[in-house]
């Protein structure tokens, strides 16, 4: 069911008092923009975690917007130094550091896959060489990964901590309080997709991980079945590279070097979506903290 963050009284200005109240415009906008993410929670691949920003992104723009009605800023300014509004900035702070780190560990990868593909070009022709940049780019994964599992396990406790302060208030307020919980919960939960993605730590990863390579082996390639589908481009190439590797009684050929490069090709591509999406969103958090702030100043 839809929260129904603001009652429809406080944002309704009715021209003509035989005229029925009605919710703002914006509260079913943003009840949509919710249900819509929460929909999607179960989707674990690079592009549906990149639609998860986008809407992350839309919710946000509509909360910017709610934060602009009078009602909205009277109440906030009213409880200026309440505990729950306490919560909510460091929330805001909370979400920015997050994706900070989540910023890092694209860059870092991208990088890191832009290297590996310089350096398959360049020794072309000279296959069984790659090993070593191979190994190069599965350290850096290593790193990149140990950082974000550190992040994912404080993660997991400040969603646990997210509790905030029990609030005795109007209806409306109330409404306004808990649209606002609202946001930061689905923010944190797709943020703790999107750093799960770029681990590659999906459902079943391990199973599916040599049925793909397998595949890539052979020099005729089936379609990927289903569950290959849900794997993000982080762990398609992972458990790709981490294969070859492996394959020491088998020489590396120009056709499995060709399909590293489109693989690794994907991956960029997915990075380069996952890294604007996370730069709107941060923008819209500066946007709405920035906003609070202004508010709770006046």
Not at 106 to 135: V, Y
Not at 182 to 204: D, H, M, N, P, R
Request: hydrophobic content about 35%.
């Amino acid at each position: 069911m839809a929260v129904s963050p603001v009652n429809s009284k406080a944002y309704y200005h009715a021209r003509s008092i035989s005229l029925p109240s009605r919710p703002h415009p914006l509260i079913p906008e943003f009840e949509e923009h919710l249900c819509r993410l929460r929909a999607s929670e179960a989707a674990s691949s690079s592009s549906s975690t990149s639609l998860k920003l986008s809407g992350l992104t839309d919710l946000h723009d509509c909360v910017d917007n709610l934060l602009l009605l009078p009602f909205t800023q009277q109440t906030l300014a009213q409880c200026c130094h309440e505990q729950w509004v306490d919560e909510l900035l460091d929330g805001s702070l909370r979400l920015l550091d997050i994706c900070g780190m989540a910023k890092d560990a694209l860059l870092q990868t991208r990088e890191g896959a832009q290297e590996l593909q310089s350096s398959m070009r360049r020794k072309r022709g000279r296959e069984n060489g790659i090993s070593s940049e191979i190994e190069k780019y599965l350290t850096s994964r290593k790193k990149v990964k140990k950082a974000i599992h550190k992040a994912l396990r404080s993660l997991k406790g400040m969603k646990n901590e997210c509790r905030f302060a029990a609030l005795n208030k109007d209806p409306e307020t109330l409404s306004m309080v808990t649209m606002l919980r609202e946001v930061e919960t689905i923010t944190l939960t797709v943020l703790e997709a999107l750093l799960s993605s770029i681990t590659g730590a999906t459902a079943g990863s391990k199973q599916r991980g040599w049925s793909l390579v397998s595949k890539l082996m052979q020099h005729n390639r089936v379609a990927c079945d289903e569950a290959e589908a849900e794997q993000s481009e982080f762990e398609k190439v992972d458990n790709t590279l981490c294969t070859l590797l492996g394959n020491k009684n088998k020489s590396v050929n120009v056709v499995h070097v060709d399909n590293v490069h489109n693989e690794v090709s994907k991956l960029e591509s997915s990075i380069q979506d996952l890294e604007e999406g996370i730069e709107f969103l941060s923008r819209r958090l500066i946007k709405t903290r920035v906003s609070l702030l202004n508010i709770l100043s006046h």
